[in-house]
Nanobody, 114 residues
Framework: VQLQASGGGLVQAGGSLRLSCVAS????????MRWHRQAPGKQRELVAA???????NYADSVKGRFTFSRDNAKNTVYLQMDSLKLEDTAVYYC?????????WGQGTLVTVSS
């Protein structure tokens, strides 16, 4: 399984970005897909997750601002990030588990400026 994340960049506080993560196979093969992030000097944290059923969960810090979605035909999941804050600055990773193995995308950098 290969995951390719993209969409990061520099944005002002209050702005929006949409991250994409393309999988090398059907995303319906995976029970769950997740977005994590790692800020400088901090541990990687779970931001959002989507089950195969479509149920989503969000970290409290992003609830109401971030939206997890998917396009099954494109084997792609998205993270729409609105009302971005300085503390959202981090490298964002998509990940999944498949047959007992955890797979990570390469990460995409999001920098929020004041």
């Amino acid at each position: 399984v290969q995951l390719q994340a993209s969409g990061g960049g520099l944005v002002q506080a209050g702005g929006s970005l949409r991250l994409s993560c393309v999988a090398s196979e059907s995303i319906f093969n995976f029970n769950v897909m997740r977005w994590h992030r790692q800020a400088p000097g901090k541990q990687r944290e779970l931001v959002a997750a989507m089950l195969r059923s479509g149920v989503t969960n969000y970290a409290d810090s992003v609830k109401g601002r971030f939206t997890f979605s998917r396009d099954n035909a494109k084997n792609t999941v998205y993270l729409q990030m609105d009302s971005l804050k300085l503390e959202d600055t981090a490298v964002y990773y998509c990940n999944t588990d498949h047959w007992g193995t955890t797979y990570w995308g390469q990460g995409t950098l999001v920098t929020v400026s004041s």
